[in-house]
C-alpha cells in the first residue's frame, strides 16, 4: 500500500511542477510568494475537509511538534517557486530532485537500516540518473552563461542556477530525513496529524505572505491564477499521500517520490514542446528502471 502512495504522490507532485513552471514564468517578482499563497489555501481548505470528514483530533501540541518538518518543507518550497522562473538558463529541477537520496542515504546511516542489493542498485539508478539530468543540463545552457558572464552578471546568474537548488535540496532533504524520524523510525506523530498540522501551517504562511503583499499593494487574485491553482491541488494531492508513503517505508520512498522531477520533464516535453536530447531520455530511463525495481521488491 505504501508503495501506491508513493507512485501517487510521485504522479501528483510531477504534474504540480508542469503547472508550477507554468504559473512562475510571468514578470511579475512576487510570482512565486503568490504560488505560495495558492498553495497555503487550497491545503487549508483540504485539512479542513479531512478533519470534519474523518473526525481526527490534531490540536496545537501537534501542530507546534510537527514545526521542524513544515518549516523545511515550506521553505523549500518557496525557494523552489522562485527557481522555477529560471529553469530555461538553470540545473534547477534536478539538483533539488537529488534531495530524495540524500534523505535516503542519512537514514540508512542514522538509523543503520540494510537493504537488499536490488534495492541498493535501484537507489543508485536513480541517483545517476538525476545527477545525469543536472550534468547535461549544466552544460546544454554554458552558452547563456557564458552571454550573462559578459553582460556583468553571471554573479546574479549563479546564484539563481546553484544555489537556489542546492538549498532546495539540502533544506528539503533535511525536511524529508525528519519526516522519516517522525513517521516512520520513531513514530512521533500519526499520518492524521502530520498532514493535517502541515497544510495549516502552510494556511498560516499563505496569510502571512498575503498580508504582506496587501503592505506592497500587490493585487492578488487567485481566481484569475489557474495554473497556479492547479499546481497547488496536485501538491496538496501528493501530499495527502506522501505522508502514507513515508510511513511505511521512507528509505525507499524517498529517493522515488525525490525525482518526481523526470515526470515534470516528460510533461513539458508534451505539453510546453520543451526539447529533451537522447542524453536526458537515457538519464530518465534509469530513473524509471530504479522505480520500477523497487516496486518489484516490494510486490
Known amino acids: 500500500m505504501w508503495f501506491l502512495c508513493t507512485l501517487l504522490t510521485f504522479i ?42 474523518n473526525h481526527v483530533n490534531v490540536n496545537l501540541i501537534d501542530i507546534i511538534k ?15 517557486y522562485k527557481g522555477l522562473k529560471y529553469l530555461e538558463l538553470s540545473i534547477c529541477s534536478p539538483i533539488q530532485n537529488t534531495s530524495g537520496v540524500i534523505t535516503a542515504i542519512l537514514l540508512l546511516i542514522f538509523f543503520k537500516e540494510t537493504l537488499s542489493i536490488p534495492a541498493y542498485v535501484a ?12 550534468v547535461i ?17 553571471f554573479k546574479k546568474i549563479l546564484t539563481l542556477t546553484i544555489i537556489f537548488p542546492l538549498a532546495y535540496c539540502f533544506i528539503d532533504g533535511l525536511g524529508t530525513f525528519l519526516d522519516g524520524i517522525y513517521l516512520d523510525y520513531g513514530s ?28 506592497k499593494n500587490e493585487k492578488v487574485d487567485l481566481l484569475n491564477e489557474k495554473s497556479k491553482i492547479f499546481a497547488a491541488i496536485f501538491e ?29 520533464m516528460l510533461l513539458s516535453r508534451i505539453f510546453l514542446k520543451e526539447k529533451l536530447t537522447k542524453k536526458e531520455y537515457v538519464a530518465i530511463f534509469l ?11 516490494d510486490i
Not at 137 to 153: A, C, F, S
Open 123 to 134: 537507489i543508485l539508478l536513480i541517483f545517476v540518473g538525476i545527477v545525469m539530468l543536472s
Open 188 to 215: 512521533l506523530i500519526s499520518e492524521d496529524a502530520a498532514l493535517v498540522s502541515y497544510e495549516y501551517t502552510f494556511l498560516i504562511y499563505g496569510i502571512i505572505t498575503y498580508l504582506y503583499l496587501k503592505t
Open 137 to 153: 543540463q549544466l552544460n546544454e545552457n554554458k552558452d547563456e552563461r557564458n552571454e550573462y558572464k559578459k553582460n556583468n552578471t
Open 12 to 53: 501528483s507532485w510531477g504534474v504540480a511542477d508542469l503547472f508550477y513552471k507554468i504559473g512562475n514564468r510571468g514578470n511579475n517578482k512576487y510570482d512565486h510568494l503568490k504560488t505560495g499563497i495558492a498553495v497555503g489555501v487550497v491545503m487549508g481548505i483540504h485539512a479542513t475537509i479531512y478533519l470534519l470528514i
Open 236 to 264: 496538496t494531492i501528493g501530499q495527502f499521500f506522501y505522508v502514507f508513503a513515508m510511513s511505511g517505508s521512507s528509505v525507499i520512498a524517498a529517493p522515488i517520490v525525490g525525482s518526481y522531477c523526470i515526470l515534470s
Open 287 to 297: 530513473v524509471i528502471i530504479g522505480i520500477v525495481i523497487l516496486g518489484i521488491l
Open 66 to 80: 510537527y514545526l521542524p518538518v513544515s518549516f523545511c518543507y515550506i521553505a523549500s518550497m518557496v525557494i523552489g
